[in-house]
C-alpha cells in the first residue's frame, strides 16, 4: 500500500511542519438560524478531516467539541494515517460536555476550567494558533483567553463578507453583482427597493439577511402586481417556519439586501481562498455548488472542480476580491460565491456574496487532499494525485429514511462492505463525515473521490443505495 507525501506545507490554511493547531469549529450564528438545520449540533464533526494532519509527527491537533465525539468516529479518521497509534497520542479531543444549537465559543467562555485545560495543552508551544470556522468577537476573546494567535480575520472588518458587505467589496473590485440594492433595515425598504426591481423588468426578488447562511436566511419574492408591502406578496421562505413577523426583526437587527433573481443561472459555482499573514492572496479550490430548496436557494453540496469553461474567469475575480480584502487586513480562508449566466461561448459572472470563514466546501477539500496526499495544481485548477487528477462530490444532506437510530460504525461497516471505502492504492473511494448525526437525524456527509465526475456521481448513487440496504437490516 502506498504511503502518502507528506504534505506541503501550503496543502491546508494553515498547516505547520510542526507544532500545535487549536481548531474551534464553533458555528458563530444567531441560534435562530442555526436551529434551522437537521442535526447542526454535530457540524462541529466535519472538520474531523484535520486529523489526517497528523500524519506530519511533529504535528499536534487540540479539537474542540460541545458533545463527546463518539469513538468509532475519531477512530475511522485515524484509520487514514500510517501510524494511527502514535498519532493518536497527539491528538487531543476536548469537549465542553454541553448540547444544543448554542455556538461552542459561548460555551467555552463559560467555562474557564475547560479553557484552562486547553492552555496546559497548549503551554510553551509559541508557534501554537487557534482555527475557527468562522470569527466573530467571541472567538477573537477565546484566543485572547487561551493566550493564542487567531487565523481569521479581525472582527471589525466581519462585516466585509456580510450580504451588503459582500456587494460593497464586488464593486471595489470591479466584479459585477447582481441587480438589487443593499444596507436594507425594515420592510418598507425592503418594498421600496423590491419596487425598483419590479419596474426593471424583474419577476422575483431575493430577500438575504446579511449574516445568513446557506440560503437559510433566504426569502423568495414575486413581483408581480401592484406594491402595497412585502408582507402582501407571494412570498416563499427558505426555512420553512419563518414568517414575515419572525422575518421582519431580523431584518431590522441584521441588515438585508434585495437583488433580482436570476432565473436561469448556468451554474452557481465558488471559490475558495486564502489570504496569507503578509497579504499574498492563493486560490484553494473552486466547486460548482449543489443547490436545493425553494428556488435553488439552499446549499446542499458540491462539486469539484469548477467547470473548466468559466474557472480560469471566477478564479480571476475571486483574487481581485481577495485583494480588495487584504488591503482591509483581512487573514485567513475565505470563499466567494457566483452565479454564471449565458452559455458557454458568451457568459457573464456576476458575485453573489462573499463568506468571510470557513464554508460547505471546506473539509470536503481537505478530506480529498489529505487523504490522497494530493496537491492543488493551480494552473489546471485540479487535485493532482501522482501525476493524475482526482474529482469528487461531496454532500452534507445525504438522508435516507428509516437510518435514525444506526451507529456510526454501521455506516461506516457498511461502506467498507460494499467495496466504496476510500483506497490508498488507487486514491479514489468514499469518505464519510457528519456520522454522529444518523443516531437522532438519519443524516450524514459524504465526499466521493474519483478520476472523473461521472465516477464521483456514481460513486454517490451507490453509496445511497448501501446506506438503503442498511435500514432493512436488523439493528444490532
Known amino acids: 500500500m502506498p504511503s502518502r507525501r507528506p504534505i506541503a506545507s501550503d496543502a491546508l490554511p494553515p498547516v505547520w511542519e510542526r507544532g500545535t493547531l487549536v481548531l474551534v469549529p464553533s458555528l458563530s450564528f444567531p ?4 436551529v434551522k438545520i437537521a442535526g447542526i449540533d454535530h457540524y462541529e464533526e466535519r472538520l474531523l478531516c484535520a486529523v489526517l494532519l497528523l500524519d506530519r509527527p511533529d504535528v499536534r491537533l487540540v479539537y474542540l467539541t460541545s458533545r463527546p465525539v463518539d469513538p468509532a468516529v475519531v477512530d475511522y479518521y485515524l484509520s487514514f494515517l500510517d501510524d494511527p497509534v502514535r498519532a493518536r497520542n497527539r491528538l487531543h479531543l476536548v469537549a465542553v460536555g454541553e448540547g444544543g444549537p448554542r455556538p461552542l465559543s459561548d460555551k ?72 438589487g440594492e443593499e444596507d436594507l433595515r425594515s420592510l418598507p425598504e425592503l418594498e421600496g427597493a423590491a419596487d425598483r426591481l419590479r419596474r426593471r423588468g424583474a419577476r422575483r426578488a431575493v430577500v438575504k439577511l446579511n449574516d445568513g447562511f446557506s440560503g437559510q436566511g433566504n426569502a423568495l419574492i414575486d413581483l408581480a402586481g401592484p406594491g402595497g408591502g412585502v408582507e402582501a406578496r407571494p412570498t416563499t421562505f427558505c426555512a420553512g417556519e419563518e414568517t414575515w413577523a419572525s422575518y421582519g426583526p431580523k431584518v431590522a437587527i441584521e441588515g438585508a439586501v434585495v437583488e433580482e433573481v436570476v432565473e436561469a443561472p448556468w451554474a452557481s459555482p465558488s471559490v475558495q481562498l486564502r489570504v496569507a499573514p503578509g497579504g499574498a492572496v492563493n486560490v484553494v479550490s473552486s466547486h460548482d455548488q449543489i443547490l436545493g430548496g425553494p428556488g435553488g436557494q439552499v446549499y446542499l453540496g458540491c462539486r469539484f472542480p469548477a467547470h473548466p469553461t468559466y474557472r480560469e474567469a471566477i478564479c480571476r475575480a475571486g483574487r481581485a476580491v481577495g485583494a480588495v480584502l487584504a488591503a482591509e487586513g483581512v487573514i485567513g480562508p475565505f470563499g466567494v460565491d457566483f452565479l454564471v449566466t449565458g452559455d458557454a461561448d458568451d457568459f457573464e459572472v456576476f458575485l453573489s456574496e462573499i463568506n468571510l470563514r470557513m464554508g460547505g ?36 444532506n445525504l438522508k435516507v429514511p428509516g437510518l435514525a437510530g444506526r451507529s456510526p460504525r454501521e455506516a461506516i461497516d457498511a461502506v467498507a462492505g460494499a467495496g466504496l471505502a476510500f483506497d490508498r492504492a488507487s486514491g479514489t473511494g468514499v469518505t464519510l463525515h457528519l456520522l454522529g448525526a444518523l443516531v437522532g437525524h438519519a443524516k450524514l456527509g459524504a465526499t466521493c473521490i474519483a478520476a472523473d465526475l461521472e465516477e464521483a456521481e456514481k460513486l454517490l448513487g451507490e453509496l445511497d443505495a448501501v446506506l438503503g440496504h442498511l435500514v432493512s437490516r436488523p439493528v444490532p
Do not use: I
Request: charged share 25%.
Open 361 to 396: 466546501t471546506t473539509h470536503p477539500f481537505w478530506m480529498a487532499r489529505l487523504a490522497t496526499g494530493g496537491h492543488y495544481d493551480d494552473d489546471r485548477g485540479e487535485l493532482v494525485v501522482r501525476g493524475e487528477r482526482r474529482c469528487y462530490v461531496a454532500t452534507d
Open 108 to 179: 467555552l467562555l463559560g467555562r474557564p476550567d475547560v479553557v484552562a485545560r486547553v492552555r496546559q495543552l497548549v503551554a510553551g508551544d509559541a508557534s501554537a494558533r487557534l482555527l475557527p470556522f468562522n470569527v466573530t468577537h467571541r472567538e477573537a476573546e477565546l484566543a485572547a483567553a487561551l493566550g493564542l494567535a487567531l487565523d481569521g480575520p479581525p472582527p471589525e472588518q466581519v462585516a466585509l463578507g456580510s450580504k451588503s458587505g459582500s456587494r460593497r467589496v464586488a464593486r471595489r473590485a470591479g466584479v459585477a453583482v447582481v441587480a
Open 31 to 34: 441560534v435562530s438560524e442555526l
